[in-house]
């Protein structure tokens, strides 16, 4: 399967998995934030689908136990909504990279803020004919 077939499988995996967990499985025990990503193995036959869950670890591995029950059902759902001759093996994962990536992105967006303002800064002493220093440079 070609990388860009690869991504678009996942995510619409990832879409019709988000609608059959919320409206069709009446488990009580998944209570899924959302599913977050889909990693489909290159010849499609595999998928790790990256859930986010609510809750402390037990609540947690309930959760991802009562995905594994449903897996199954998913997966056969799946194969018909999607025309998928063979629906990839399902296997869920709880999701702890987001709060991390979360982070990662604040710090970048510190970062790129603190990077306009030194360079704001550089462009205002290098417009300013009072300055001495810039005066000779030129």
Known sequence: MDERRQLRVADAIREELSELVLY??????????????????PDGKKADILVRIEGDDQHRDATLTALGRAAGYLRRQLASRLALRQAPELRFVSDTGTASNERMESLLKRARDWRRRLEAA???TAADPSDPGKAGAR
């Open 24 to 41: 069709e499985l009446a488990d009580p025990k998944i209570a899924l934030l959302g599913i977050t990503g889909v990693h489909l193995s």
């Open 122 to 124: 550089q462009v205002d």
